[in-house]
Nanobody, 124 residues
């Protein structure tokens, strides 16, 4: 059974930075593609970024390209999302997800395991 626990969310002013972490347990982390998704109130959960299990390929939503960076530390079973130049529209609950053996798909349906989410609020 895979467990994912996000941390690092909080309140930040527009233009600021946050780093989210997601701790993975229960299976071989190094063979899991990892993704970050977010859901704002009244909106669908949307893709933010993903990273393949070989830590080579990364993918980003157009809305965060150049501002966010996903990375993973296979020794620590942890994936990170560095968020810079935060905007008001980045406010959402951020979810970590795992796709065992996957490549880093942007599709929600590819991910079989999800964390509980961490709130990110960007203020003006």
């Amino acid at each position: 059974q895979v467990q994912l626990v996000e941390s690092g969310g909080g309140l930040v002013q527009a233009g600021g930075s946050l780093r989210l972490s997601c701790a993975f347990s229960g299976r071989t982390f190094s063979r899991a593609a990892m993704g970050w998704f977010r859901q704002a109130p009244g909106k669908e959960r949307e893709f933010v970024a993903s990273i393949g299990w070989k830590n080579v390929n990364t993918y980003y939503a157009d809305s965060v390209k150049g501002r966010f960076a996903i990375s993973r530390d296979n020794a620590k079973n942890t994936v990170y999302l560095q968020m810079n130049s935060l905007k008001l529209e980045d406010t959402a609950v951020y979810y970590c997800a795992a796709d065992l053996g996957g490549w880093g798909s942007p599709a929600k349906g590819a991910y079989g395991y999800w964390g509980q989410g961490t709130q990110v609020t960007v203020s003006s």
